[in-house]
């Protein structure tokens, strides 16, 4: 045995060797997460005497990062010869053009790159390694050694800037935050029902008319009745504005992608010329949201207009993207125009959608022969795709499948991951958002390939983008919430390789990443020390799991509706119907928010369920146990995993029972967000296998309703069942004029709740 004296010699050496780095040094914690790095021993003194030497090619990004370190650290580069260096030099060799190489000695940092985008990102790499707060004159940065270079070419966020304007120092803002995750480009919904937002000289109505709203919608739009705040509002980005944006993301290696929707989303700019419209019907700048059948009507006057507009926005915009939307156009008004019905005859075309083509065709046609190719979203697929047109597939991933075996580029925007309006928590106390449920984790698991893209195919994906439409979103801080942090997830997601990501260690970097945004003033949502919970069924034996995202801190808990105060060490004995109530906390002091769940043991927990039909994969967290474990799903998110989501289809469920029981109701609700293309049924039927053999029929009704939730309740009189089949409808297609017209409507369904 050894002596204790001698472990006590070893932990003094061990402590003695940490000592060259000391406790200045910052933990590497890199996100996006560099492809290689390996980390040295010792440290490279950041002072007053260091000599900064740098390529011509890459002399921006050295200017940049000394005035970052001026700014923030108060150290001036030494004029004079010294053997302490950082230099940044060009390498032909380095194939990625956003590759680079940061080596960090003790006498030397050595920035290396093709041009200046690698040199760019090797320095968002090297700040990540600075400390956050430091006053001191001599800095210490880890030795380390860094090989990296993105995985995918796109990486984008967008922001909607038409439901909300927000300034430009704020816009500067958002593209400063995505340069320091590496994102390369910023997607600028520039134009929309509720507010056209860029100066075009020719059409001076689109700034005196266009860009303002006489009020705004006040709540949620599927509170009824509508309540408006009677205050008139808007703005626009002058051209000079636009131009100081454009030069500024170039300074953070960004490309903007400028959008101007067409032929929907459009009813501001009919709101100034309504001769662009079918019916030149005078109309308003709309004050609420959702989806309008004000589209621009395919007359040449319309199209000398989007061109007039093309001409000034490709003056503005030297990036080789132009997005035309394409999104949710109603063809309600072109199926009434008679200019409309002619051109389909002339054109030989299909139908309305077949229209949308032509439009989409002609407009493409335009852009390209001013330089730039189109991007739109995933409807630019119905009636067939522009020839060179890229498509960012919203609706789920099928746009992009589609899209890249028809050999077009496709950028992945699906809402199931990459809309940032969703909610992120299922908090009841989260600030007012659209709906759905996007956790952070949920963004961090994100594939960008289809799986049904083949090796080949799978070379159209760019990429991926995270959406920030701003229906919900007033205030910068808002946005700023819901952006912050699952554009830092996204940002590993396509920077990253797949096989280094890893949730637990991507938190904990999250949380030094966290004090860089607190400094820099940014209004992230903080939801890592928020418990979550899981009912485990083992054999009939309920247990209740609980965890933390982060698990730096212990978990408190009851289940007597007191406040958390018992320590969780093991799963929770669920033998009756109980509330648990659970907190992260550090010492006394409480993190995050309070956790709630309500668990009631109905008859169904614990039986065994079937469903003839999978989820859809974005909408099956709890599996199909989730409809029978005693807990109901979030009022306002159906993407949680109670909710489970099935696209277009009839289901049947069949739960069976152990033994015979006796029933008395079965309940269950829908969720019924039309808005998301959620539709409750119009019919379900039951089915009951008495103890006997016998079995009971019966389909009923549901009443169509423009409640957010449809409840259904069954009273049955007494019966003893062994099994219980539910058949839930499609609702079926959606009808037009509405959101998602024309497809089949999605079904969620919450427990099956059995007494
Ligand atoms: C979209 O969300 N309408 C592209
Ligand atoms: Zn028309």
């Not at 033998?575 to 010492?587: E, F, L, N, Q, R």
């Amino acid at each position: 045995m050894k002596h204790p004296y001698y472990i006590l010699f070893l932990i003094a050496l061990l402590f003695l060797s940490c000592k060259e780095q000391s406790s200045q040094v910052e933990e590497i914690a890199i996100i996006p997460k560099p492809l290689y790095q390996k980390i040295e021993k010792g440290v490279f003194i950041l002072d007053g005497n260091i000599q900064l030497i740098s390529t011509e090619k890459l002399n921006e990004v050295s200017n940049y990062f000394e005035a970052h370190v001026r700014e923030s650290y108060q150290l001036e580069f030494s004029k004079n010869e010294s053997d302490k260096k950082i230099i940044f030099k060009s390498d032909e060799n380095i194939q990625n053009e956003e590759g680079y190489k940061l080596t960090i000695n003790k006498n030397l940092i050595e920035v290396i790159s093709k041009n200046s985008k690698g040199a760019f990102y090797a320095v968002q790499s090297l700040f990540q390694l600075l400390p956050i707060n430091s006053d001191s004159k001599s800095i210490e940065i880890p030795c380390i050694e860094i090989k990296d270079q993105p995985q995918f070419k796109y990486r984008g966020m967008h922001l909607d800037v038409g439901r909300h304007f927000f300034s430009v120092d704020f816009i500067k803002k958002y593209i400063d935050l995505m340069s320091r995750l590496k994102m390369n480009t910023f997607h600028w919904h520039l134009t929309e029902d509720q507010g056209w937002r860029i100066e075009i000289k020719k059409y001076p109505k689109l700034q005196e008319v266009a860009a303002f709203r006489n009020e705004t919608l006040i709540g949620h739009y599927s509170d009824q009745p509508h309540q408006f705040d009677g205050k008139r509002y808007g703005g626009f980005y002058t051209q000079k504005q636009i131009k100081e944006v454009v030069a500024y993301a170039s300074t953070r290696q960004i490309t903007i992608i400028p959008e101007i929707e067409m032929p929907g989303h459009s009813q501001a700019a009919i709101a100034a010329y309504p001769e662009l419209g079918c019916t030149g019907e005078q109309v308003e700048v709309a004050t609420k949201w959702g989806v309008f059948e004000e589209v621009y009507c395919p007359k040449e006057n319309t199209f000398k207009f989007l061109e007039d507009v093309i001409d000034e926005v490709v003056a503005l915009f030297p990036g080789k993207y132009i997005h035309i939307g394409g999104d949710e156009a109603p063809k309600t008004n072109w199926k009434k125009c008679d200019h409309c019905q002619k051109l389909i005859k002339k054109e030989n075309l299909k139908d309305e959608h077949g229209l949308q083509s032509y439009f989409i065709a002609r407009m493409e046609k335009y852009i390209n022969s001013k330089g730039k190719q189109i991007i739109g979203w995933d409807e630019i697929l119905e009636g067939g795709l522009a020839p060179n047109a890229t498509v960012m597939s919203w609706r789920g991933t099928n746009g992009a499948v589609q899209a890249a075996k028809e050999g077009h580029d496709v950028i992945l925007t699906p809402g199931s991951h990459c809309y940032f309006d969703h909610y992120q928590s299922d908090n009841e106390n989260e600030p007012l958002a659209i709906g759905g449920f996007l956790p952070l984790e949920k963004v961090y698991s994100f594939n960008p390939i289809p799986e049904e893209l083949n090796k080949e195919e799978s070379k159209y994906v760019l990429g991926a983008q995270g959406n920030v439409w701003t229906e919900y979103m007033s205030n910068k801080k808002q946005v700023e919430y819901m952006a912050f942090p699952r554009m830092i997830a996204l940002s590993e997601v396509i920077w990253s390789s797949a096989e280094s990501r890893d949730y637990n260690d991507f938190i904990k970097r999250l949380e030094f990443y966290q004090k860089r945004l607190d400094k820099l003033d940014v209004n992230y949502a903080n939801h890592i020390y928020e418990v979550k919970g899981e009912l485990v069924n083992s054999d009939g034996i309920l247990s209740y799991k609980l965890s933390a995202t982060s698990d730096t801190y212990s978990i408190y808990y009851s289940t007597d509706d007191t406040e958390p105060s018992k320590l969780y060490s093991n799963p929770i004995d669920v033998t009756s119907s109980m509330t648990i109530k659970a907190v992260v906390k550090d010492g006394n002091k409480i993190l995050g928010n309070t956790f709630e769940e309500e668990i009631s043991l109905h008859k169904g927990v614990g039986a065994k369920i079937s469903i003839d039909k999978e989820p859809h994969p974005a909408y099956n967290a709890g599996g199909k146990e989730a409809l029978i474990n005693g807990i109901s799903g979030n009022n306002k998110r159906y993407g949680d995993k109670e909710w489970l989501g099935f696209s277009g289809e009839d289901i049947e469920i069949t739960i069976e029972f152990k033994n015979p029981t006796e029933i008395s109701s079965i309940s269950t609700r829908f969720y019924n967000g039309n808005g998301q293309w959620i539709y409750a049924p119009k019919e379900i039927g039951f089915s009951m296998k008495l103890e006997d053999g016998k079995t009971i029929n019966d389909i009923r009704t549901i009443k169509k309703s423009n409640n957010l939730l449809v409840e259904y309740f069954y009273p049955i009189e007494s019966i003893s069942v062994t099994e219980i089949s539910i058949v839930v409808k499609n609702y079926g297609i959606i009808e037009d004029g509405k959101q998602g017209a024309g497809h089949k409507a999605w079904t969620f369904i919450d427990e099956i709740i059995i007494e």
